[in-house]
């Protein structure tokens, strides 16, 4: 069966500090993989999404990055963090339609 | 996308009572439907997915019903239990897309 994970589960981080959030997903392979942001009692914001290893799309300019080095592997970056990007950070994976999500990463930018 | 609004819509029901939840998606060309529980602190959760070919589609203890006239897509959980408790959300997929549009979000709380 497939699984996905993520981490760190919480952070907390400065203003203008780095960011690198990992997301792996173990037992399907090509899968599409995508991250979101969900503020507290909002809906889902994609923010990047990949149907292959060095394939990123974005759908929202900001100050944050995705890259996807391995197959089952994305990560989530910023050079810089500001305090909008405090947030519930989702991974997901998907095959055709349908998308799977990990248990999410809250990250507090103070 | 993102919801808008800071609260959100919240459905209280006692333990043992049907549950309804609702949604109105805005894409006529979507043909793929899926509903999320999301607990708090926690990821979505697959619960159940119907195509635009049917209109009803069971599983344990839920039922999706999809009117494609109307645009609009409900989710019925039977004998509520308080471990029901969640924000549900509804999502849309348009044919040969891999991106879907999430609906803001119900709160569901179940009173024992």
């Known amino acids: 069966s497939q699984t996905i994970h993520q981490w760190p589960a919480t952070l907390v981080q400065p203003v203008g500090s780095p960011l690198s959030l990992e997301c792996t997903v173990e037992?399907?392979?090509?899968?599409?993989l995508y991250w979101y942001r969900q503020a507290a009692g909002r809906g889902l914001q994609l923010l990047f999404y990949?149907?292959?290893?060095?394939?990123i799309s974005s759908e929202v300019p900001q100050n944050l990055s995705a890259s996807r080095p391995q197959d089952r592997q994305f990560i989530l970056s910023s050079k810089k963090l500001l305090l909008s990007d405090s947030g519930f950070y989702l991974c997901?994976?998907?095959?055709?339609?349908?998308?799977?999500f990990g248990p999410g990463t809250r990250l507090l930018v103070l | 996308g993102e919801s808008v609004g800071l609260h959100l819509p919240t459905l209280s029901v006692q333990e043992g009572d049907n549950s309804i939840i609702n949604c109105a998606y805005s894409?006529?060309?979507?043909?793929?439907f899926i509903w999320y529980k999301q607990e708090s602190g926690k990821g979505p959760q697959f619960i159940i997915d119907?195509?635009?070919?049917?209109d009803k589609r069971q599983g344990q203890r839920v039922t999706v019903l999809l009117n494609k006239t109307v645009k609009h897509l409900s989710l019925q959980i039977a004998a509520t239990q308080p471990g029901d408790s969640a924000v549900y959300f509804c999502?849309?997929?348009?044919?040969?897309?891999?991106?879907?549009?999430f609906g803001r979000g119900t709160s569901l709380i179940v009173h024992p």
């Open positions: 997901a994976w998907g095959k055709l339609e349908t998308q799977y």
């Open positions: 037992g399907t392979s090509n899968p599409n």
């Open positions: 990949s149907v292959g290893i060095g394939q």
């Open positions: 894409n006529s060309a979507s043909d793929y």
């Open positions: 119907i195509r635009s070919n049917m």
């Open positions: 999502a849309e997929i348009r044919g040969g897309s891999y991106i879907p549009t």
